[in-house]
């Protein structure tokens, strides 16, 4: 009767492929760090903080010197990592509100469902960002469309990011903690009851905010946005680290008997920075430092795992950032004054919010011990964008690429044996930009060129920038003027990629 059940249950849900093929497949791990610049990890580098566990991850794998998030921020970088289309294609997908209705409709190609449909087992944790339901969400009711209708099996999320209302962790749609008694409001435009907010007590709080983030006061720490109730729910900062990598080594160990897929999305070292105590004051760097140690700290628990059920060899990890570094994102953590030498963006110029290559460069580590040669460095041309063919290609799964049109299959270079790489990589930070080779076009751009509260460089100027980053990675000399020939070719590529957004667009009517 019972093998009578899995017989039928093969043959109506389908496993996307032969048993033994399936065998071959590796489990993938995604973990994708908040706001970890390109030189804030000890193996790019620095030797002002020390990531072990990185490091570890970096010598049984391939570290990328050329690997790209698809945006300068978080929820664009997400959701083009996820879908295989460029943010830009599709407006509202710019930093979105914690009551925000979910971004990637239901049913849409997801990395995820093609994973899922590949008869992995799927699962997210850490940061979302995408959104959630259809907005403006009742926060004590199951929240749909979530992740489960894009291709997760399992989801425990932090539902937009650590300094934005709910703070408070959803499993499977609903709320963690939930208490009928204590009903949970969210509102992004007034204050729902006469609590003081950080705007009014800063000299109560745990961490003062420097700009934006004086609402709703959660733990000590004052957020972007205003919620009431829900006080069981709410989430210690002091703990989440703690509390998503344990969700995750669950996950993994839970899922352990077929192939899985997890996507492991770190709040380290997006701000509030407000680390463990084991971690806290441990870098010398203050809590950004602090965070980065954390971060190594949930590497490493990963790695154990993976290691304890013995499945190194069956495991494909991949380690990435989702936006370039940024010392003052809103509060005051002494991130800037205590950094000394060390450089959170490597040779790079700009960070987070930026064109200039700290913008989107990122680290990329990828280990699958056997398969993916160990302790090397390439310098082939990957973006985040490719997840979602390449690992289609490894998992023998095809997908719906009118969905993911950005989406290229390189899988070879993504495991490090190949140095054929994409042609161009698109970097976006409210408009794109694009290096080919060792050249990087940034068109005319309105906008301030530094941002005055974070002080990032972002890159805007009314002249077209070329940079030669062969000789000069951090961007310093322009030479359009000397290049119109190249000026021209790269506008009128950019020109085209923008357009086969419009294709695209009405492709899909
Ligand atoms: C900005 C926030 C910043 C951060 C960012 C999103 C202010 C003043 N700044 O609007 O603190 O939350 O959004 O970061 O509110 S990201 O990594 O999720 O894209
Ligand atoms: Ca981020």
């Known amino acids: 009767m019972r093998i009578t059940l899995v017989v039928l249950a093969v043959f109506i849900f389908g496993f996307g492929g032969n048993l033994s093929a399936q065998t071959s497949r ?8 908040d706001d970890i610049g390109y030189g804030d990890l000890s193996c790019y580098g620095t030797s002002a903080i020390k990531t072990p566990h990185v490091e570890q991850l ?56 093609v994973m899922q449909k590949a008869g992995y087992k799927t699962g997210v944790v850490g940061k979302w ?22 291709g997760f099996d399992y989801s425990f999320l932090i539902p937009a990011t650590g300094d934005r209302v709910p703070c408070v962790y959803m499993e499977n749609d609903v709320v963690v903690g939930l208490d009928a008694n204590d009903p949970i409001s969210v509102d992004y435009r007034k204050p729902l009851n006469d609590e003081p907010t950080g705007a009014d007590v800063p000299e109560t709080l745990k961490m003062r905010w420097s700009h934006g983030h004086n609402s709703t006061i959660v733990n000590g720490v004052s957020r972007i946005g205003y919620m009431a109730g829900g006080q069981k729910a709410r989430w210690v900062d002091e703990d989440m680290a703690d509390v998503i990598t344990q969700k995750a080594v669950a996950f993994m160990e839970r899922s352990a008997d077929q192939p899985f897929f997890l996507y492991f999305a770190t709040h380290d070292i997006h701000v509030p920075r407000v680390p463990h105590p084991r971690f806290a004051g441990k870098s010398g760097m203050g809590p950004r430092g602090d965070a980065l140690l954390q971060f190594d700290w949930s590497v490493g628990q990963i790695l154990e795992a993976i290691q304890r059920m013995d499945l190194e060899e069956k495991t494909l990890v991949i380690l990435s950032s989702d936006n370039g570094p940024v010392l003052d994102d809103g509060y005051v953590d002494q991130a800037e004054e205590l950094l000394g030498d060390h450089k959170p963006a490597g040779p790079f110029r700009g960070g987070k919010y930026s064109k200039f290559e700290a913008g989107t460069r990122v680290p990329l580590i990828v280990s699958w011990p056997g398969k993916v040669p160990a302790s090397k460095v390439s310098d082939v041309q990957f973006s985040q964008i490719d997840f979602l063919a390449s690992l289609a290609d490894l998992v023998g799964q095809s997908y719906d690429a009118s969905t993911a049109p950005d989406s290229e299959a390189h899988l070879d270079a993504l495991l490090g044996i190949s140095n054929q790489g994409r042609e161009y990589i698109v970097e976006h930070a409210g408009e794109i930009s694009l290096r080919k080779g060792s050249w990087k076009f940034i068109p005319p751009s309105p906008g301030t060129a530094v941002n005055k509260t974070t002080k990032t460089e972002l890159g805007n100027s009314p002249k077209p920038q070329l940079y030669d980053l062969s000789g000069d990675a951090g961007e310093q000399h322009n030479v359009a003027d000397e290049h119109p020939q190249l000026v021209e070719e790269f506008t009128q590529r950019l020109g085209q990629i923008r357009g086969e957004a419009i294709t695209t667009r009405k492709s899909k009517k």
């Open 26 to 33: 590796p489990n993938v791990v995604l973990i994708y760090a």
């Open 58 to 113: 970096a010598q049984q794998g391939t570290m990328f010197t050329s690997g790209y998030c698809t945006s300068a921020t978080c929820t664009p970088s997400r959701y083009s990592m996820l879908t295989g289309e460029y943010a830009f294609r599709q407006k509202g997908t710019g930093i979105l509100s914690g009551d925000a209705g979910m971004i990637i409709q239901a049913g849409r190609e997801t990395l995820a469902s």
């Open 129 to 150: 960002h995408l959104g959630l339901g259809e907005g403006n969400n009742d926060w004590n009711k199951p929240i749909t469309p979530g992740p489960a209708q894009i």
